[in-house]
């Protein structure tokens, strides 16, 4: 019955059901963003995020070091279009649009790419389910993930490891367009409200030994954020 029940889930009804899980309106949160390079030396960042709509909008201001203190970024995703990216740089005092061909950027020096920051649309990837694994004792779906050729990405494709029960996404690699795996993600989660809500993702860049954390602290959810707070005006406003 369960080889039965396995193997009757498709890549897309696999990638359906993530996308239809159980989350929040909002969020808003605190994080700690840590570089880590190949010789174990640390940099760390604090910033502020608040996302709304499954992260389709999403605004993002640098609290600290002092040096990237009032940096900002904003994404609006589209359906039917590009996405909206803008980054505010005080030190330069504009406004600098990240277009479709800079997406595969780095975003703050981090391992994420402005790319890695969007979702991953349902008519944008070819899914397929490759197989099941344990992975950390937690029995996961394996999805292969390949763009449409006509999807301006840095990547051949994505192969994620994902929870049978709950369909959340637990580790990812990622792999560059020569086919060589060029970066694993680790996400970390805590039950908040009835949302599976992360608490820590790890992106580590095999191919230069350089790795970003990212830990949540301060979580809130469904507070009625307004859409208002995601415009190009807000980015030059620090929050209190």
Known sequence: LLIGWVFALTGDELAQKMDDRKKPEDSSVDLIMTLINKNGKTRSSSLRSIMKDDGAKQIIW??????????????IEHDNRDDEMRIWLPAFKKIRRISAKKRSASFMGSDMSYEDMSSRQMDEFKFTLIGQVVYDSIPCHLLESIPMEHIRTAYSKHITWVDSTLFIPLKEESYNKKGT?????YFTYTLMKGYHTLTEIRVTNVQNNHSTQLKFENITLDTGVRDELFHEQQLKRLPK
């Open 62 to 75: 640098f609290l600290s070091p002092a040096d990237d203190k009032g940096v900002s970024f904003l994404k």
């Open 181 to 185: 795996l060029l970066k694993g993600k």
